[in-house]
């Protein structure tokens, strides 16, 4: 039973997924920024709320996804989850290239924050997590499940800085969500305790200080 929950934790919460989260929760419960003058993430309206989440998932999860099937298929990587150490270089670089694709359209596309900052910061934080994360991929296996939840706690707690108003309860949920994740990953025995606990708290101070210095 515990180790069905544990597979179920852990593709509910892919790290693929976890941006997404992030932008969801920041977008549909009502907030209101400190800095009045930077557009907030929940008065967009609804059908362009729905685009930019759509376009997010696509570059965030779906083509990510989709390429790893791909390198599945042509047996450059053995597992969909990527368990092999050896095998993770090129996948990590597939998702360090989508982000940097997603950064560059909204930067591009919408220059000068005229979009809220989540949507520059979060696929900025993305790309320099997993290039922080290849590099340390050469000594240990480092958890990319708890490098999702890291920059999906870091993400929210940047943002409730920047508001004077947001349910606070967001917070410990998302640090709830973090320690099933690295529960999970430790009882299916698919990481040792440094990876995980490495790979949530890098990823969780890359994407705060991202945030951050974006402002």
């Known amino acids: ?10 593709w509910v919460f892919l790290p693929l997924f976890m941006p997404t989260y992030g932008l969801l929760l920041t977008m549909y419960i009502p907030s209101i920024p400190k800095d009045l003058t930077q557009p907030s993430l929940y008065f967009i309206q609804p059908d362009i709320k729905l685009r930019l989440i759509l376009l997010f998932f696509l570059f965030s999860a779906v083509a990510p996804g989709l390429s790893f099937l ?43 924050s005229a979009l809220p900052i989540a949507f520059y910061a979060l696929p900025l934080s993305g790309f320099f997590v997993t290039t922080v994360f290849m590099g ?14 890291g920059i999906l706690v870091g993400s929210l707690f940047a943002f409730f800085l920047q508001q004077q108003a947001f349910a606070f ?20 025995n698919k990481h040792r305790p440094v990876e995980v606990y490495t790979g949530w708290t890098l990823a969780l101070i890359i994407t705060f200080v991202t945030h951050y210095f974006y402002v």
Do not use: C
Not at 1 to 10: T, V, Y
Not at 73 to 78: A, D, L
Not at 91 to 100: K, T
Not at 136 to 149: D, F
């Open 1 to 10: 039973m515990k180790g069905k929950l544990s597979h179920l934790i852990s």
């Open 169 to 188: 309860w967001i917070l410990p949920t998302a640090i709830i969500v973090s320690g099933l994740t690295i529960a999970a990953r430790l009882y299916l």
């Open 136 to 149: 340390i991929n050469r000594w240990i296996k480092i958890s990319l499940h708890a490098g999702g939840a």
């Open 70 to 112: 791909a390198l599945h298929q042509k047996k450059v990587i053995s597992t969909i989850d990527i368990e092999n150490q050896r095998e993770r270089n090129i996948p990590l670089l597939v998702m360090m290239a989508y982000s940097l694709v997603l950064f560059l359209l909204f930067y591009v596309k919408a220059p000068k």
